[in-house]
């Protein structure tokens, strides 16, 4: 049983080609630069293992259909390819952004569910045409194999009214839709089902705050094994201070740029998606460079180390008063696995809410899941590897299974 994966964006196709027994990937890749002078296809045969095999090409990849079936020749190539024919393909897990409220769970692809998608192009309309175009070329070149879609927003449907509810004139939310949706749901449920597993008890009995940081970087409160707040709003912007978006500020900042800066709605969304953030502060997205930066005394990367964790720090506090008893923390994605300072600085004086992080623990380096807070914590602590595109496969899975 050979899954694939496809998280398709506007210029770009993630892929992954997963053998669903072992859970092991036998192909990794990217297309990127689709449309653009010369596009780039970088594919990795058995990533991580003895037999890996990387390489990238180089051409003109006018749209998607050319980019999908330049990887289905890779894959299928008799010399070094995984497999024979396109009909050796199980399933397809294709990661949808936004499923607004029609979709609390991934979908089997039919025309009515490919409308439903479509019906959600206000809420990202960025995202979901990218991810439609991913689908209509996959659905052309595999139409008899079963597709799957498995939504960024599903996971966080479980939230109550008053959690997603913003505090505007109701009629927004009944004509448009207006309200918290929450991203990253595949990545926050994904790794709380893998901590309740370390936790031994059934996912239904857990209590926790996942903290998902990476480029982009959000928080959930998970009480009874379900979504009951996110920081992530009706769209990805609200919430944490992440790469190059602001997270969290005044909404009437909007007014104040139009008046004094002379902005524009269109412009002020690009200040604040893609010019804040960590990069804002300090000009670096990359904690990595901003540790390197705050080691040779950089006062601006400093301040932008100190905002990003105090922000996490505030989040943590609501969300232990949203849950009241949580079981377990969990830190995940690029700066969630792998920086040790920011997760101390997130959590630094929280020991007096029981949260006691071992700083031996936290600063051993590895690839697995592990615990890393001390024995008398009573909030356990994790650092747990998140896997979308497993996620994703083991959604479709699922699906096809019914
Ligand atoms: P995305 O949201 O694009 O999936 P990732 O989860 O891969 O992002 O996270 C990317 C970010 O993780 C990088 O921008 C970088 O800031 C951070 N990161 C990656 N490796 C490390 C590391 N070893 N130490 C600290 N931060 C890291």
Do not use: C
């Given at each position: 049983m050979k899954f694939l994966v496809i998280?398709?964006?506007s210029s770009s196709i993630k892929y992954q080609v997963i053998e669903m027994a072992t859970e092991s990937v036998l192909a990794t890749g990217l297309v990127e630069r689709i449309g653009e002078a010369v596009g780039r296809l970088k594919n990795t045969f058995y990533p991580g293992t003895e037999r890996e095999r990387e390489s990238v090409l180089e051409q003109a990849i006018p749209d998607h259909d050319q980019g999908m079936r330049l990887v289905i020749a890779l894959l299928t190539d008799p010399e070094q390819g995984i497999i024979g024919t396109t009909s050796e393909i199980t399933a397809i897990g294709h990661r949808v952004v936004h499923g607004g409220e029609d979709f609390r769970e991934s979908a089997l692809i039919t025309p009515a569910i490919l409308d439903a998608i479509k019906r959600n192009i206000p809420l990202a309309p960025l995202h979901?045409?990218?991810?439609?175009?991913?689908?209509?070329v996959?659905?052309?070149?595999?139409?008899?194999?079963p597709q799957v879609a498995v939504f960024d927003t599903a996971f966080h449907q479980t939230m109550p009214p008053h959690a997603f509810m913003y505090a505007l004139p109701y009629r927004l939310y009944e004509q448009d839709r207006v309200r918290r949706y929450g991203f990253h749901g595949t990545s926050h449920r994904f790794v709380a089902g893998e901590c309740a597993r370390l936790l031994g008890k059934p996912l239904a009995e857990c209590n926790l705050i996942t903290v998902h940081l990476g480029n982009g970087c959000s928080m959930t409160a998970i009480a009874g094994g379900v979504s009951v707040d996110t920081s992530l709003g009706l769209t990805p912007l609200e919430?944490?201070?992440?790469?190059?978006?602001?997270?969290?500020?005044?909404?009437?900042?909007?007014l104040f740029l139009q008046q004094n800066k002379g902005m524009d709605l269109e412009s002020i969304d690009a200040l604040l998606n893609?010019?804040?953030?960590?990069k804002g502060l300090c000009g670096m997205?990359?904690?990595?460079?901003?540790?390197?930066?705050?080691?040779?005394?950089?006062q601006r990367a400093a301040l932008a180390l100190n905002v990003q964790t105090y922000?996490?720090?505030?989040?943590?506090g609501a969300y232990m008063a949203v849950l009241g008893r949580v079981d377990a923390i969990v830190f995940t994605a690029g700066i969630g696995e792998n920086d040790a300072i920011v997760r101390a600085e997130s959590l630094k004086g929280l020991e007096a809410f029981g949260i006691r992080l071992d700083p031996e623990k936290n600063g051993q380096r590895a690839r697995e899941a592990r615990c890393i807070s001390r024995s008398d914590s009573t909030v356990?602590?994790?650092?747990?590897?998140?896997?979308?595109?497993?996620?994703?496969a083991r959604e479709a899975a699922t699906v096809v299974s019914r």
């Open positions: 998280n398709s964006g979901n045409p990218a991810n439609l175009d991913g689908i209509r996959a659905m052309e070149i595999f139409p008899t194999v919430g944490l201070v992440m790469g190059t978006r602001s997270g969290d500020v005044d909404p009437a900042l909007h893609k010019e804040s953030g960590l997205n990359d904690m990595r460079d901003i540790h390197k930066a705050v080691a040779a005394g950089d922000r996490n720090r505030k989040y943590l356990q602590i994790f650092v747990i590897p998140t896997n979308e595109e497993l996620a994703i």
